[in-house]
């Protein structure tokens, strides 16, 4: 096969205006910053585009396939250059933890999701190559974050598109540059836009027992049809499976899935649209063990994670410490876990769906 030809991306070849990379047959891949001074990569392949954040926690701010957005609904209408969570919220996908991930508990100091969402990068490369499956086009780099007395570790994520493809190749490695033992979380957040109409399919094998809910937050502001959805959910997992129109869920529905796997290791889930395309997210229990949905729709965000593979449920901390959740990476060992995602055409559709059942029912 031929040598990936890699470029280093300096910053400052990202200005105003988009300015042409690196293009290699359909792929194609232009620099340029926003207003705010985020520094983009725009990437085309033949099949759709992507918008890529190469020095903020390499994210995939946007990315449309198949005639339409991927991307949730949120109140940004470009990403910001910012550590905070909330304050940037509104990207197709975020790498999340460290050493913590998710909603802060009581017994919790941590950031929401932990250092990894918008990490700055020391460096970022863009890899042009071809295998056995194609050509491709790959966004890596290396970010560090470091505290003294508590923990040193670097991330090298992997994000690869290939040409005339529909869906992502994800991968990410964390090694730990201590001389002591790192307490270590994950959460891959994958955000598509829900699709009124549309249906979950995932090889969860009995809702009831393998579905856990997290309570509703009590909100005086809520509307009675809030609260009846939460309540409907909770007494019967399985009716968050079809996405009504005009039924709002906010702030937000968590749950956390356990998902079986095929004799290949992998697992499947898929949101199919009216129209028979979908929407998809394909990962290894063995490397993300827990398959974690969260869903919020309301006037200002719209959006289905639906499946976030992570290594534990979203709870903080403290509630990973309590239960035996964290991943341990010795003094310079390391930890790596690898995904798929996007969209599929109708016949992509059915067949993936005829696998998840598979696997479900076997």
Same mark, same amino acid.
């Given at each position: 096969?031929?040598?990936?030809?890699?470029?280093?991306?300096?910053?400052s070849?990202?200005?105003?205006?988009?300015?042409?990379?690196?293009?290699?047959?359909?792929?194609r891949?232009?620099a340029?910053r926003?207003?705010?001074?985020v520094?983009?990569?725009?990437?085309e392949?033949?099949a759709?585009?992507?918008?890529?954040l190469?020095f903020?926690?390499?994210?995939?701010w946007?990315?449309?396939?198949?005639?339409?957005?991927?991307?949730?609904?949120?109140m940004?209408?470009?990403?910001?250059?910012?550590?905070?969570?909330?304050?940037?919220?509104?990207a197709f996908?975020?790498?999340?933890?460290?050493?913590?991930?998710? &909603?802060?508990? +009581? !017994? $919790?100091m941590?950031? #929401?999701?932990?250092e990894?969402?918008?990490l700055?990068? @020391?460096? =970022?490369?863009?890899?042009?190559?071809?295998?056995?499956t194609?050509?491709?086009?790959?966004?890596t780099?290396t970010?560090?974050?470091t505290?003294?007395?508590?923990?040193?570790?670097?991330v090298?994520?992997?994000?690869?598109?290939r040409?005339?493809?529909?869906?992502?190749e994800?991968a990410v490695?964390?090694?730990n540059?201590?001389?002591?033992?790192?307490?270590?979380?994950?959460?891959?957040?994958? &955000?598509?836009? +829900? !699709? $009124?109409?549309?249906? #979950?399919?995932d090889?969860?094998?009995?809702?009831?027992? @393998?579905? =856990?809910v997290?309570?509703?937050?009590?909100?005086?502001?809520?509307?009675?049809?809030v609260r009846a959805?939460?309540?409907?959910v909770?007494q019967?997992?399985?009716?968050?499976?079809?996405?009504?129109?005009?039924?709002p869920?906010?702030?937000?529905?968590?749950?956390?899935?356990?998902a079986?796997?095929?004799?290949d290791?992998?697992?499947?889930?898929?949101?199919?649209h009216?129209?028979?395309?979908?929407?998809?997210?394909?990962?290894?229990?063995?490397? #993300?063990?827990?398959?974690?949905?969260?869903?919020?729709?309301?006037?200002?965000?719209?959006?289905?994670?639906?499946?976030?593979p992570?290594?534990?449920?979203?709870?903080?901390?403290?509630?990973a410490?309590?239960?035996?959740?964290?991943?341990?990476?010795a003094?310079?060992?390391?930890?790596r876990?690898e995904?798929?995602?996007?969209?599929?055409?109708?016949?992509?559709?059915?067949?993936?769906?005829?696998?998840?059942?598979s696997?479900?029912?076997?």
């Open positions: 096969m031929p040598v990936p030809v890699t470029i280093e991306l300096h910053p070849l990202f200005g105003e205006a988009r300015r042409t990379v690196a293009e290699s047959g359909r792929l891949v232009a340029y926003y207003r705010s001074g520094a983009a990569l725009a990437v392949n033949g759709g585009a992507a918008i890529l190469p903020q926690g390499q994210q995939i946007d990315a449309h396939f198949l005639g339409r957005s991927l991307t949730m609904r949120s940004f209408d470009e990403p910001r250059p910012t550590r905070d969570y909330l304050a940037n919220y509104g996908f975020i790498h999340c933890g460290g050493t913590s991930m998710g &909603n802060p508990g +009581p !017994a $919790d941590h950031p #929401l999701h932990g990894l969402p918008n700055p990068y @020391d460096g =970022a490369q863009l890899a042009f190559g071809e295998d056995e194609g050509a491709y086009v790959e966004l780099g970010a560090r974050d505290l003294a007395f508590h923990h040193d570790f670097t090298r994520p992997r994000l690869r598109l040409e005339g493809a529909t869906a992502f994800a490695e964390v090694v540059r201590a001389g002591r033992p790192m307490p270590f979380l994950y959460l891959a957040h994958v &955000n598509f836009r +829900p !699709a $009124d109409g549309g249906a #979950l399919v090889a969860v094998r009995d809702d009831r027992a @393998d579905i =856990a997290r309570p509703a937050v009590p909100d005086a502001q809520e509307s009675e049809a959805y939460h309540r409907a909770a019967d997992p399985s009716s968050h499976r079809r996405l009504a129109a005009g039924v869920v906010q702030p937000e529905l968590v749950l956390t899935m356990k079986a796997s095929g004799a290791g992998w697992t499947h889930a898929l949101h199919r009216p129209d028979g395309t979908a929407d998809f997210v394909s990962h290894r229990p063995d490397e #993300l063990p827990y398959a974690v949905r969260w869903l919020t729709r309301g006037p200002d965000q719209d959006a289905l994670g639906l499946v976030l992570a290594t534990a449920p979203p709870d903080g901390l403290a509630a410490t309590a239960n035996g959740q964290l991943v341990w990476i003094p310079g060992g390391s930890w876990a995904m798929r995602f996007g969209a599929l055409e109708a016949a992509a559709a059915r067949s993936l769906e005829d696998t998840i059942i696997i479900r029912d076997r």
